[in-house]
């Protein structure tokens, strides 16, 4: 079984994720550009089970999604550097692709929520292009 590890960009909080992704997106809801800066977030989805911070304890700002689910988006406090998110609605974990040690082997499946794309983001080659959420 792959095992992932990450972190933020001081090295305050640190995690690993174990197996491979359930899916792999670029959100491009207008909450995710706030977390982003701008950009859709690249993330792995992952089943919540698997992700297991190793170090430190990430700050968490809950907000609620247009479905009215809230959605825990955790950062490092220190830095400010988003790690991954966790939806109450569901049992993942969204790793937020940047934070990941080795992010190489990511490739973008679906552009989600694309109805709030910024006129400069652009689809990703051979991805499915979601208007909302799938979920």
Not at 64 to 73: H, L, N, Y
Request: glycine fraction near 10%.
């Amino acid at each position: 079984m792959t095992t992932r590890t990450g972190g933020c960009f001081c090295g305050a909080i640190r995690y690993e994720v174990e197996g491979d992704p359930v899916f792999q997106v670029a959100c491009h809801c207008r909450a995710c550009q706030y977390a982003a800066g701008g950009a859709p977030t690249l993330a792995m989805i992952f089943p919540r089970a698997s992700l297991k911070v190793t170090k430190g304890q990430p700050r968490t700002y809950w907000a609620e999604a247009d479905s009215g689910a809230k959605v825990g988006r955790s950062f490092c406090e220190s830095c400010g550097s988003p790690v991954f998110s966790e939806p109450t609605a569901s049992e993942i974990a969204v790793v937020k692709v940047g934070s990941l040690d080795d992010p190489s082997d990511f490739k973008v499946q679906a552009d989600i929520w694309v109805k709030e794309a910024q006129p400069w983001h652009i689809a990703h080659e051979g991805a499915f292009q979601v208007e909302a959420n799938p979920g």
